[in-house]
């Protein structure tokens, strides 16, 4: 693991883990998808005011840490998976590619 992706762990995709943003980490009254594999391996990303059908299409997270800087790494969740409803970690997207 190099250092940007050890900076990354344990906290929310988008949050901005410099300076900005005071706290980086998840927030008790969210709901997250926790993202296996990738360039963003251990970030949680929030999907609180996510619908049910939006689930299954998995997520294109931007970063520059992919195999394109600036392009997306893309995370989707295992059908054989069940979300568990409520708050906090409520499911997994695993790492599927990267596009540009």
């Known amino acids: 693991m ?17 300076h900005d943003d ?17 360039p963003l391996d251990g970030l949680l990303l929030d999907v609180t005011d996510w619908r049910p059908e939006e689930f299954d ?9 992919g195999r394109w800087p600036g392009g997306r790494a893309l995370y989707d969740p295992r ?5 568990t409803p409520g708050l906090g970690v409520m499911c997994r997207f695993y790492y599927s590619g990267d596009a540009p």
């Open 57 to 65: 299409g998995g997520a294109a997270l931007s970063t520059e840490l």
């Open 79 to 83: 059908r054989e998976e069940l979300r």
């Open 22 to 38: 005071p706290n980086p980490g998840p927030l008790p009254h969210r709901a997250y998808a926790m993202l296996i594999g990738g």
């Open 2 to 18: 190099n250092g940007d992706e050890q900076l990354l762990r344990g906290r929310v995709y988008g949050h901005d883990h410099d």
